[in-house]
């Protein structure tokens, strides 16, 4: 298949090194063919003009002991989001490039007995890059975080 050829001779402009350890639920992979991809875009094909590309790290359904739970998972997420974008500011696309991030379901915000989360409202998501006007909050934050609080 030519685009598999074409992302085997593909070099990105930085180190983008997927260590073992910060390489947790292959988070750091995913970002480095996506690298790989927008590094190809104009040998892909004429008339694109737009791409969207989608990343999973499972494993965040934490109804035990979440704390460790995240301790394990953050540092690979911030290192995978953190180089990925290194290499989209060396591409020099980082005014083209918006990274969204998202979580499928909502979360308690105090724990349960078992040092975990449970399926709730408390959602999280983030973005920046490209144009996004950055530093806002969006929605309205809750008064106080009682379970009989119904903002």
């Given at each position: 298949d030519a685009l598999v050829q074409t992302l085997r001779n593909t070099d990105l402009e930085t180190d983008f090194k997927t260590p073992?350890?910060?390489n947790?639920?292959?988070i750091a992979g995913q970002l480095k063919l996506v690298a790989r991809l927008i590094s190809t875009r104009n040998e892909?094909?004429?008339g694109i003009n737009y791409d969207v590309f989608y990343c999973e790290m499972g494993g965040y359904d934490s109804h035990f002991k979440v704390a460790?739970?995240?301790k394990?998972?953050?540092?690979s997420l911030n290192y995978a989001v953190a180089t990925f974008w290194e290499e989209m500011k060396a591409q020099g696309l980082e005014n083209s490039v918006t990274v969204v991030q998202g979580s499928e379901f909502g979360r308690t915000i105090t724990p349960n007995s078992n040092?975990?989360?449970d399926h709730a409202w408390g959602g999280?998501?983030?973005m920046f890059g490209g144009d996004v006007k950055?530093?806002?909050i969006l929605g309205e934050y809750p008064k106080s975080f009682r379970e009989s609080d119904p903002t």
């Open positions: 073992r350890q910060t947790v639920g292959e892909r094909g004429n460790t739970v995240l394990n998972k953050l540092p040092e975990g989360s999280n998501y983030f950055g530093g806002k």
